[in-house]
């Protein structure tokens, strides 16, 4: 039911986003030099890189990729090397135009970084390691960095 003046709003109109499909696109774990590797009793130096990307698949769904790639390294020796896409299907609603690309790449891979988190220390302590337990990552941050970074390559010359 639709009412007006103060009342309940159609829910049809209300923004939505759903989860329709999370999956591992690809992955890759490398303990190339154990068992050696596992007997380092140093702290490693770790390495880890995000980024997000997002590709429509119909009208009112988006896929939106999360990719992790990381390493520990020792004494100039890798110890381990991780890569892991992680995506998912969203399907979004009424949602505004100018809001779409701040749902896609903040709301989205906010959504999948615990499940994707998981993966990577389940895999890690499967490696013959202690679980690597990723720090939360602030998806603002990384989506003002990327739409800064576009800014300069579509302003307009003079």
């Known amino acids: 039911m639709t009412t007006t003046n103060g009342g309940q709003a159609d829910p049809q109109a209300q923004p939505q986003l759903n989860v329709v499909a999370q999956y591992i696109k690809d992955f890759s774990f490398e303990n190339p030099n154990a068992p050696q590797s596992l007997s380092l009793a140093q702290q490693p130096q770790i390495n880890i890189q995000i980024n997000v990307n997002a590709r429509p698949v119909s009208d009112t769904d988006v896929e939106v990729a999360l990719?992790?790639?990381?390493?520990?390294?020792?004494?100039?020796?890798?110890?381990?090397?991780?890569?892991?896409?992680?995506?998912?299907?969203?399907?979004?609603?009424?949602?505004?135009?100018?809001?779409?690309?701040?749902?896609?790449?903040?709301?989205?891979?906010?959504?999948?970084?615990?499940?994707?988190?998981?993966i990577v220390a389940t895999t890690?302590?499967?490696?013959?390691?202690?679980?690597?337990?990723?720090?939360?990552?602030?998806?603002?941050?990384?989506?003002?960095?990327?739409?800064?970074?576009?800014?300069?390559?579509?302003?307009?010359?003079?």
């Open 67 to 118: 990719k992790l790639e990381g390493k520990a390294e020792s004494n100039n020796s890798l110890m381990f090397r991780f890569e892991l896409e992680y995506a998912g299907i969203f399907r979004i609603k009424n949602v505004p135009q100018d809001s779409m690309n701040a749902v896609v790449l903040i709301e989205c891979p906010r959504l999948l970084f615990p499940f994707a988190r998981e």
């Open 124 to 158: 890690v302590r499967n490696g013959g390691f202690p679980p690597l337990l990723l720090d939360p990552v602030d998806f603002v941050a990384l989506y003002r960095q990327r739409m800064a970074e576009l800014q300069p390559a579509n302003a307009p010359t003079a």
